[in-house]
C-alpha cells in the first residue's frame, strides 16, 4: 500500500453542479451557506479531518447534502471507516458516485477486483457496478462522497 497521508482538498478546487469544496484560513465551518445571490454551499474538509467519532470504533456516516439545501438530484457524506472495519459488498441501480479519500488508507473493492485507495485519491463508481470499502489498516479511513439519485440508501442493493 502507499504512504499514508492526510490531504486538505486544496487540489481540488471545483465540483460540478455548483458545490465547492475549500479549506479556510479561519476555524473550519462544516458546512456553510454564502450569503450571495446564488445557491453556493460550501464543506470544509479540516472539519471532518478534525472531528472524533461519535460512534467510537464502529462506522459512521452523516449526511451533507440533502434536499434541506434545495439540492434534489444529488447527496453528499462524510464517512469514517474505523480499522478494521468495512461496507458490504453492494451495488446501485442507477446512481453514480464520486469518492474522495480526504485521510487514512483503504482497498476499494469493484467488481471483485482490489485497489488501494488513499488520501488524495478519488473513485468515480458507475451505476451497476459491485464495490465496497475495506479499511484492513490500522488507522481510521475518512472520506467525502457525493452521489447522484438521492437519499442515500434509496438506491442500496446488498451482494450476497
Known amino acids: 500500500m502507499k504512504t499514508k497521508k492526510s490531504v486538505s482538498l486544496n487540489s481540488l478546487r471545483s465540483l460540478a453542479v455548483g458545490i465547492w469544496i475549500a479549506v479556510s484560513a479561519s476555524y473550519p465551518v462544516v458546512a456553510q451557506e454564502a450569503t450571495s445571490s446564488f445557491p453556493l454551499i460550501k464543506f470544509n474538509v479540516d472539519e471532518y479531518l478534525a472531528m472524533e467519532n461519535p460512534n467510537g470504533d464502529e462506522f459512521f456516516r452523516a449526511d451533507i447534502l440533502t434536499e434541506d439545501k ?3 438530484d444529488m447527496g453528499g457524506l462524510f464517512a469514517i471507516l ?3 472495519n468495512e461496507v458490504p459488498y453492494h451495488y446501485h441501480e442507477e446512481r453514480e458516485s464520486v469518492i474522495f479519500a480526504i485521510a487514512g488508507e483503504a482497498i ?3 467488481e471483485g477486483e482490489e485497489f488501494d485507495f488513499v488520501a488524495g485519491d478519488i473513485i ?10 475495506i ?3 490500522n488507522e481510521q479511513f475518512r472520506y467525502v462522497e457525493f452521489f447522484t439519485n438521492p437519499p442515500v440508501m434509496s438506491d442500496f442493493h446488498l451482494v450476497e
Open 70 to 72: 434545495e439540492i434534489y
Open 82 to 84: 474505523p480499522a478494521g
Open 135 to 137: 479499511n484492513r489498516s
Open 108 to 110: 476499494q473493492v469493484m
Open 124 to 133: 468515480v463508481i458507475p451505476p451497476q457496478t459491485k464495490h465496497q470499502t
